[in-house]
Structures are given as C-alpha cells and as structure tokens.
C-alpha cells in the first residue's frame, strides 16, 4: 500500500513535470531569438567599430611619417646649429686673444700717455722759465735803453758803444726766447691741461705753506704780482713776503739751532711756548747737544725722518720730537680712532660711487682704498688733521703713536696689525680676517656643544659630560677643536694656545667658550662689575693668525725665488741679474707646492690678482709669461691664507 502510493505519487510529479516541458521549450525559443537579436546588434557594433579603428590607424601611419620627416629635419638643423656652435666658440677664442692684446696694446699706451704728460708738464716748466728770463731781458733791454740815452744827451759817449753792443746782444737774446716762447706756446697749445696742473701746483704750494703755519690765499699772491709795474718785481716782492714770514715763523726755532762752524744741528720740538721762552741761546746748545748724543740709549726724544719727498708730509722733519712714551691704551685708542676714520673714507667712497654709479672712476676709488696701504696713511694724516690744530702738535702727536705702535707691537695685536697694514707687510683684509678665524672656531665650538648635548640623550653619556650646562665645553674638546680647525699650526703653537687657555680658566675644567671668544663682533662678554675681560687665549690666537699670514707668504715667496734660482738659497732676487720670468703654470705649481691643501678656487684667485688675468682667461693662457720680481712685489698686497700644514724653509 505504501509503495503504492509512492509509486502514484511520483506518476504525478513526472506527469506535472511533462506538462512543463512546452513552457520550457517556448521560453527556449524566445531566449534564443533574443542572443540572435543581441549578436547581429554586436556584430553591427563590431563593425562600426573596426571600420573606426581602421581609420585611426591610417591617420596614426601619416601622423608617424610625418613626425619622422619634422625629425630627419630637426636632426639636420641640430647638426647645423653644432656647427655654427663650433665656429662661434672659436670666434671666441680669437675674439679673447684680440682682447688680451688690446688690454695689453691700452696698458701700453696708458704708459706712454702717462710719459707724455710727464713731457708736457717739463715742457710747461721749461715755458714757464722761458718766459721769465724774456721778461727779466726786456728789462734790461729797457734800462740800456734809458742808460744810453742818457750818455747821449751828456755827449761823453765813452760807453755808448759798449752799451749798444749790450743792447745788440740782449736784442738777439731776446729774439731766441721769442722763438723759443713760440715754440713753447705751439707745444702748450697741443697740451691743453698745463695750466690746470700749473694752478693745481700753486695750489698744493700754497697747502704746503698752510702746513707750515703760513696761511695764505692764492688770490692775494697773485693779486700782489698783478699790482706790481712789472711781472719780475711782482715776483721778487712775493717771494720776499714769502721769506719773511717764513723767518718769522721759524724765529721761534732758532733759539734752539747749536751753533757749530761745521753744521748745523738738528732742532729740538718743543711746542709749549712758555718752555721754548725759558730757554736761552747757551740752555737750548746744551739741550740740543746731550739730546742727540743720547737720543737712541736713552729714547727721551725721537729722531725725524727726514724731509725725503718719498716720506708722507706729516712725517717730514728733521729735527727730534720729544717721547711722551704713551701707554698701550692709549695707543690701541688712537688706534681704532684711525680705522674709524678709515671705516668713514670707505663709507664716503661707497656713497660717491652709489651717486655716480655709471662712472667707472668711483669702482677705482673703492678698489684703492680698500687694497693699498696709502689709504690707512690718507686716514691717519686726516685724524691728525682732526685732532691737532697746528703742524707741531701734530708731527709731535704721529711721532709718538708711530713709537708706541713699534714699542707694543709684540704685545697687542692690534697695534701690530696696524703697523703691519701700515708698512703694507699685510693688506688691508687682514683686519677682517682675524675676526673671520675667530668666528670660525667659535662656530666650530658650538657645533661641539651642540653634539655633546645630543649625546647626552644616549644611555652611553659620561657623568662628567652631563654636568656641563650648555655653552660651557671641555678643555680636551677646546685642544682638539683648535687642532682640527687649524690643520696649518705646529706643535709648538698649539701648546702656546694650550698653555694660555690654562691661564685663562685659572684652573677650571670648563671652558665658557661665548666669553673665552667675546671680542669678535657677535659675542660680548663683561663681569658683573661692567669691566671688560681681555683674555689671553684671544689674544694669542690673534698674534698667531699675523705670524701665519706672514710666514706662509714668504714662504710661497720662497718657492718661486727657488724655482727661479734653484742653486740660489738668498731671501731676495740678486739687483744685477736681467728679467726673470716665470709662466703661470709654474706659479700654480709653486703655489701647490708650496700648500698642497689650497683648493682649485683660492689658486686660480691668486693667479688672477698677479697677473690681471679673469678666471676665464686663466684657462687658456696657461703658458703666459709674468716678471718674477712684479710677482714678489704682488704677494704682499694679497691676503694669502694657508689651508694645510706648510714647513717654513727659514726654520729648516
């Protein structure tokens, strides 16, 4: 029964299911009918499709062929372009060649236009006596002419014949100056310039008798010749008012003159007029007399040197100056009253040249002031111009500085770099230079500061490092910070730092490095009085920084004069010997020689000061040949700066 009825049941399914199958088979078929419809719309889109691509494919093709074309171009006027490239680099160098020769063609004729101003100025001289002895002839002329007028009128006639053959003469005279007036005035006329540099003459003569305490205007001795009947008399007259105050001027001074039969004896400066009253003639020989002989052992008085015209105006004097023996301050005073006055010259200098910035006059006015040694000279004789009212005080004033500055020179670094620019054994970047290698350890200092408190945060920090609060370093980082920043100093300089670094802590362990290096401009250090700490350490490390500039030029003078004269061990060229020349090949190796550790920039920049070459030029004239004694000459005006460790030959 139960199979039975499975049985019928599973009849019914099939027979439900076999009535389903036409559903199906309809269903089928509009399904199929559908995927027909959807593959001709494909098939339609496929088509659309390829015929599209088709034509990309055609403009992409004439797309590609015309690119290849703008290339084949392009690569054609590339090849042009390198080729004119080519032409025009040589063009170049043919182009700096013709320069060179022109810059040396216009040095050439800036020489001989400099002589024939020389010339002209001769000329103007020579015109000028000419002009005087015609004037001075027809004056005799004149004379005769009176004189043997007047024989003629007494009837004597004894000297009347001579007297006309005087008169003959003179007349012949005076026609060869007429002749020569005219050809002188023919010269002067091609030389335009004489009679301004014959004003700008007078001119300096009248400063030069202001500076003697003559005051006088160039209006009123021209007026007084002007005012004479003739130009000789004026002349005279002027030159004896000239002489007369002179005399009056100088009556002062000779109470003091030693009377000797032989010569005479210098003159002692004495500028307060109650002491030079209360001397007599007897007092001031005696004066005069014991202070020469005992000038130099005894150093009360300074001799002059002399009135050359090669010494500065301010320096001419040939007598002795009393010794105030000024003390170190004051001398380092003055000294940097006169680099404030220098700092003022380059101030104005700059402004001039910011004015007129399209006139290459003031580029020239910068240039000579802050390179040459005249312009420290310019800028002491304007401070003593400043601060003394008369030439005595101030020949008095510049005499003793000058001692001072000799006398504290191994002392202070101050005066000893003044005394060196001044000489010109150094030039004037020097002065920057001690406070750029100041700065330079000062940084290096701090960069250590900076690392030890970076290890400080590491499990591996020394109990003693971790007590330094910041700013404050060791004395052993100090020592080998200084070796490290200063490769070029010896041993025996390092320990002179050490030793002066040791009594400058006064037996402490720290170093307070911001104090130890407060002179240089960014740092400044004071006690809690307000007094001003001068330490020893700076001190030192500035005098060495002199001694390094100075031996390591003479140094790289050493290697040229030995590469020169090889079997010559002498410091100076011998005079007798003909022009010595050296190619700037030779130079660079004498200077690589010489500092092995100097880079490519700093050579090429020395290279290019003594031979006046650019950096550009240097490249290409390798083989150019310089004067060896111009080159010796050069150096010192240079800032040389070692970069290694370097053997002086004169310790050797």
């Not at 499975?6 to 009918?33: D, F, I, N, W």
């Not at 290409?620 to 053997?647: A, S, V, W, Y």
């Amino acid at each position: 029964m139960r199979i039975r009825d499975e049985y019928e049941h599973a009849v019914e399914a099939l027979h439900a299911r076999s009535l389903m199958v036409p559903g199906l088979q309809t269903r089928l078929q509009s399904v199929e009918t559908h995927c027909l419809r959807q593959l001709s719309a494909c098939s339609a889109e496929a088509k659309a499709c390829s015929l599209t691509l088709k034509r990309r494919l055609a403009e992409t093709q004439a797309l590609l062929a015309a690119s290849a074309a703008e290339n084949a171009r392009l690569t054609a006027a590339l090849k042009v372009e390198k080729e004119n490239v080519t032409k025009a680099e040589s063009k170049l160098t043919e182009v700096q060649r013709s320069t060179l020769t022109l810059a040396s063609s216009v040095r050439r004729h800036d020489e001989s236009l400099r002589a024939g101003q020389e010339r002209s100025l001769e000329d103007a001289r020579a015109l000028q006596k000419v002009t005087a002895r015609y004037y001075h002839a027809c004056d005799e002329l004149a004379e005769l002419k009176k004189t043997v007028a007047a024989l003629e009128e007494q009837g004597n006639g004894e000297h009347v014949a001579a007297d006309k053959n005087t008169i003959l003469l003179l007349s012949r005279e005076v026609q060869e100056l007429s002749a020569a007036l005219a050809a002188s005035s023919c010269t002067t006329n091609s030389n335009q310039d004489g009679d301004n540099k014959h004003v700008a003459l007078n001119h300096a003569f009248i400063t030069g008798l202001d500076g003697l305490g003559l005051e006088f205007e160039l209006s009123d001795l021209l007026g007084a010749i002007s005012t004479a009947s003739t130009i000789p008399e004026g002349i005279d007259a002027t030159a004896a008012m000239i002489t007369q105050r002179l005399r009056q001027k100088l009556q002062q001074f000779s109470l003091l003159a030693a009377k000797s039969e032989d010569q005479q004896g210098p003159v002692i400066f004495l500028t307060e007029p109650g002491e030079l009253l209360t001397l007599h003639g007897d007092t001031a020989a005696q004066l005069v007399t014991s202070s020469v002989l005992n000038t130099k052992s005894s150093g009360d008085f300074i001799a002059g040197r002399g009135m050359s015209s090669d010494i500065p105006t301010f320096l001419q004097f040939d007598g002795i100056v009393r010794n105030f023996f000024f003390p170190r301050t004051k001398i380092e005073q003055l000294v940097g009253q006169i680099w404030d006055q220098f700092d003022e010259q380059i101030r104005a200098a700059h402004n001039r040249n910011s004015t007129t910035r399209g006139l290459a006059s003031g580029n020239d006015a910068i240039t000579a002031l802050s390179s040459a040694g005249a312009s420290l000279t310019m800028a002491l004789e304007r401070f003593l111009q400043r601060s003394r009212d008369n030439r005595a005080d101030r020949v008095e004033l510049v005499y003793n500085f000058l001692d001072g500055l000799e006398r504290y020179s191994a002392q202070s670094s101050v005066c000893r770099l003044f005394h060196l620019v001044f000489t010109q054994e150094l030039p004037i970047d020097a002065r920057s230079d001690q406070t750029r290698e100041l700065t330079k350890l000062h940084e290096a200092l701090v960069v250590v500061d900076r690392d030890r408190h970076f290890s400080n945060s590491s499990e591996l920090a020394d109990s003693v490092t971790n007590s330094l609060p910041p700013g404050r370093v060791l004395l052993a980082d100090v020592v080998r910070t200084l070796g490290l920043t200063f490769p070029w100093k010896s041993d025996a300089e390092l320990s002179q730092l050490h030793r002066a670094l040791i009594v400058d802590l006064r037996g402490q362990s720290q170093v307070d490095y911001t104090a130890l290096l407060s002179h240089h401009s960014h740092v400044t250090n004071t006690v809690k009085s307000g007094i001003q700490v001068k330490w020893q350490f700076a001190e030192c490390l500035k005098m060495q920084r002199l001694d390094d500039l100075l031996t390591f030029r003479r140094h790289i003078q050493d290697q040229i004069r030995r590469f020169v004269l090889p079997g010559d061990e002498s410091t100076e060229l011998p005079a007798d010997t003909e022009t010595l020349m050296i190619s700037l090949r030779d130079v660079r190796a004498c200077l690589y020689t010489a500092d092995s550790a100097l880079s490519e920039a700093d050579i090429s920049r020395i290279l290019a000061a003594v031979s006046g070459l650019s950096a550009q030029e240097l490249l290409t004239h390798d083989d150019m040949m310089l004067d060896t004694r111009q080159i010796l000459q050069r150096l010192p005006t240079l800032l040389l700066r070692p970069k290694g460790r370097f053997i002086d030959s004169t310790f050797q």
